[in-house]
C-alpha cells in the first residue's frame, strides 16, 4: 500500500515556475514507477510525465517536454516536478501516481489505468 500527498501547486504568472512534490508513504516507494498526471475542467485526465523506479527512464507528454521536469528522492520517497515556462493551458489539477507499467515503453507510462495508488492532487493555475 502507498499513500501520495502532492504540494506546491499555485497560481502563477505566464512565463513562471512551479515545483511540485508527491511525497509517499510506505516502504516500497523505490520499486514503484511514478507518474504525474492532470485533469483541467470538463476535460479527460492527460498524461504529463513518468518515471522508472530507477530514475532510468523519464518519459514527458509532447505538451510539456522541454518545460517540464521529473524526477524522484528514493532515498525522501519524494517525486518531484519542476515545472518552468508555465503557459495558461497548463492550469490543472495535478496528480501523482504510482503503479507497476509493464513493459517499460511510453505506451504504458503514459496510460492512467496502469497505476494502481493516487494522490488527491494540487491546482496549478497560471494567469495570462
Known amino acids: 500500500q502507498v499513500q501520495l500527498v502532492e504540494s506546491g501547486g499555485g497560481l502563477v504568472q505566464a512565463g513562471g515556475s512551479l515545483r511540485l512534490s508527491c511525497a509517499a508513504s510506505?516502504?516500497?516507494?523505490?520499486?514503484?514507477?511514478m507518474g504525474w498526471f492532470r485533469q483541467a475542467p470538463g476535460k479527460e485526465r492527460e498524461f504529463v510525465a513518468a518515471i522508472s523506479w530507477s530514475s532510468t527512464l523519464t518519459y514527458y507528454a509532447d505538451s510539456v517536454k522541454g518545460r517540464f521536469t521529473i524526477s524522484r528522492d528514493n532515498a525522501k520517497n519524494t517525486m518531484y516536478l519542476q515545472m518552468n515556462s508555465l503557459k495558461p493551458e497548463d492550469t490543472a489539477g495535478y496528480y501523482c501516481?504510482?503503479?507497476?507499467?509493464?513493459?517499460?515503453?511510453?505506451?504504458?507510462?503514459?496510460?492512467?489505468?496502469?497505476?494502481?495508488?493516487w494522490g488527491q492532487g494540487t491546482q496549478v493555475t497560471v494567469s495570462s
Open positions: 501516481a504510482a503503479g507497476r507499467p509493464s513493459p517499460s515503453q511510453y505506451y504504458y507510462y503514459s496510460s492512467s489505468d496502469r497505476y494502481d495508488y
Open positions: 510506505g516502504r516500497s516507494f523505490s520499486t514503484y514507477t
